[in-house]
């Protein structure tokens, strides 16, 4: 075997990455009912129906579990394809938010939830489905306030539409090993500072470029 011979200083390398095997951006709109959610208390009080100006939300997601995929075949541009139907679950939790009239912001309330959906992706078995949230909101599109009372108590609730809009990236992946010819990276120049950095520039180990990458090559 012999090294072989790359203009410019490059040279042969193998190096570890994620083959993307489908990718996409998706919105997921989600419309949740929460009925019977107490009212917060201010300074040891309940709140009533009357000191309520507004009420919020705000939604954190937790991790995705993909459930199940399913073989499909597709005709796309004329040639047939396998692709999977992907089942994922959602979990996220809403919590509500209560401004008075005063200006005060208490919070009434965390709820967990859990949606499912599915997408279309090629992602054959082997492959990693993840999904990364870009975007996600939620906003109180009605709310109704009541009073009950009765011997043992009084109660004042909400009952709550919220919608819940997630933008998901989409990813199956898969783990490989490339070969490329390529330059290694070197810090950028340090000339900004008043001074000269007394740290030399990093160095890798030597190699063994006969031994390997030699791209199959034995001549």
């Known amino acids: ?33 929460l009925d019977d959610v107490d009212l917060p208390e201010v300074n ?97 599109f009605q709310f109704n306030c009541a009073s009950t009372e009765d011997e043992e108590d009084d109660e004042t609730t909400i009952d709550l539409g919220v919608t819940v809009r997630l933008c998901q990236s989409i990813q199956s992946t898969f783990p490989v090993t490339l070969e490329l010819v390529a330059d290694f990276c070197q810090p950028r120049d340090r000339d900004i500072l008043p001074f000269t950095p007394e740290c030399p520039t990093p160095t890798i180990p030597p190699q063994c470029p006969v031994l390997f990458p030699n791209n199959g090559d034995e001549d």
């Open 1 to 33: 075997m012999q090294t072989k011979n790359l203009k410019g200083g490059q040279e042969l390398l193998c190096i570890n990455t994620e083959k993307v095997y489908d990718w996409i951006i998706n919105e997921a709109t989600f419309d949740l009912t």
């Open 44 to 140: 040891g009080e309940q709140l009533t129906c009357d000191e309520i100006e507004n009420v919020t939300c705000e939604v954190e997601p937790g991790d995705a579990v993909i459930l199940s995929r399913e073989d499909q075949d597709f005709i796309i541009d004329g040639t047939q394809i396998t692709l999977q139907l992907v089942t994922i679950q959602k979990s996220f939790e809403v919590t509500i938010f209560v401004t008075t009239t005063t200006g005060q912001t208490v919070a009434a309330g965390t709820f967990p939830f859990t949606r499912r959906e599915q997408v279309v992706l090629c992602a054959p078995e082997g492959t990693l489905v993840t999904v990364n949230y870009t975007d996600v909101d939620c906003f109180v």
